[in-house]
């Protein structure tokens, strides 16, 4: 029997890249509280997982500052950012501790919420799953909320919003 690599090669990684680019998702900053101190990144990758009772997923990059910081039973917040929050969706997508600077936060349900938002949740961390070169962490929601605000969106590598046929 042939013997098959799990790593693609570079053009399908490629190719993978670019269809994944082509596909629109919201943008959020995932967020926890540690001995106090705020910490947060920027992702693209959740998703809600389950109603009944409430889940929702995200993916973080094996080398995440956050994940290092995240077990089961952790706090987090999902910031689904609005459609003005560009540049808060550079800033904690970027390396540094003083993400939140100028950031108007608060504590909900145990995370740092950020004050202007399009969208909440609050999860307690159930599972962290090995997915790849990232970690697919699964949590309980204990908290969410939302606004009439126009989501940011990523697509083809740039920022926008959605709007209604």
Do not use: C
Request: glycine share 8%; no cysteine.
């Amino acid at each position: 029997m042939p013997v098959t690599s799990s790593v693609p090669d570079t053009s399908t990684q490629r190719a993978f890249r670019d269809a994944m680019g082509n596909v629109t998702a919201s943008v959020s900053v995932v967020t926890t509280l540690t001995d106090g101190v705020p910490h947060g990144t920027t992702v693209s990758a959740f998703m809600s997982l389950s109603m009944d009772p409430p889940k929702l997923t995200f993916a973080l990059d094996r080398g995440s500052n956050l994940l290092s910081r995240l077990t089961v039973d952790s706090i987090v917040g999902v910031n689904v950012l609005a459609a003005h929050h560009d540049q808060v969706a550079l800033r904690f997508a970027g390396k540094g501790d003083d993400k939140f600077a100028d950031v108007p936060w608060r504590l909900e349900n145990g995370a740092p919420a950020l004050v202007d938002r399009h969208a909440w949740v609050a999860l307690r961390i159930s599972q962290l799953v090995e997915a790849g070169d990232h970690v697919l962490l699964i949590g309980d929601v204990i908290g969410a909320d939302s606004t009439p605000s126009a989501p940011l969106t990523y697509w083809k590598r740039t920022f926008g919003t959605h709007q209604a046929f």
